[in-house]
């Protein structure tokens, strides 16, 4: 591994700057970064470290009872991971806020440890989940390829500031914007976007006991 320290290099954060793969992983393990979010993808990395704010928890929250609502109720089978990372050895990395691993009747199931889960091994997950209060652009443009390149089916980007998801199927190394999710079949992208809006005003509870008059 190259030893890249404080001293020996520019470590600009919150954008993405040119850097080997061997590169990435000394900086990402650097103490200071313990807790940053780590990116890689195509000769680039970016390492988050900006706070994150009270409107992207609440989200997230939201949007992981979400799926995990309706894939209960409709007998989906799905595996869930919160900012979990995720490694095609010398190509890419990401870290996105939500990821599912969704099947029908079976799903993969990576094996609990504390690395990344390994690409190579499992595959990309089926459904990547970003939620942007301030990296909006980023998530819609850099992130959107990395995903793009990684394989995920779908990948949906979330802005907190105006409560709306923005959904891509994702096949051929390329997406295009979808209003109804296939992986999680029928689901209504307006829906997911109602549900976030009543959570401005109403409590989790709430918002749970709606989601699941529409779900069954």
């Known amino acids: 591994m190259v030893n890249v320290s404080p001293a020996s290099r520019n470590l600009a954060t919150d954008t993405w700057v040119t850097a080997t793969w061997d590169e990435f992983l000394a ?3 650097l103490p200071q970064f313990k807790h940053a979010r780590c990116y890689y993808d195509a000769g680039w990395m970016r390492i988050e470290t900006r706070p994150i704010g009270s409107g992207h928890g609440q989200d997230n ?3 992981a009872a979400v799926v995990s609502l309706y894939g209960t109720l409709r007998d989906v089978a799905y595996v869930s991971f919160i900012n979990s990372s995720f490694r095609k050895t010398g190509e890419r990395e990401c870290q996105p806020d939500l990821a599912y691993y969704i099947g029908t009747t079976e799903v993969q199931r990576p094996t ?3 690395q990344p889960v390994d690409v190579d091994t499992w595959g990309p997950p089926t459904l990547a989940i970003e939620i942007a209060s301030t990296t ?3 998530d819609l443009g850099q992130k959107r390829l990395l995903y793009e390149r990684l394989g995920v089916a779908e ?3 979330v802005s907190v500031e105006t409560a709306t998801v923005i959904a891509f199927k994702v096949a051929d190394r390329g997406s295009f914007q979808i209003d109804t999710s296939e992986v999680l079949p029928r689901l209504a ?3 997911i976007e109602e549900a976030l809006r ?4 109403e409590d989790d509870g709430a918002v ?3 989601l699941l008059k529409q779900f069954r």
């Open 112 to 114: 609990k440890n504390s």
């Open 198 to 201: 009543r959570s401005q005003t």
């Open 136 to 138: 909006l652009n980023d």
């Open 61 to 63: 929250s939201i949007l």
């Open 155 to 157: 990948y949906w980007v």
């Open 27 to 29: 900086i990402a393990h």
């Open 189 to 191: 992208i307006a829906t």
């Open 208 to 210: 749970n006991r709606w």
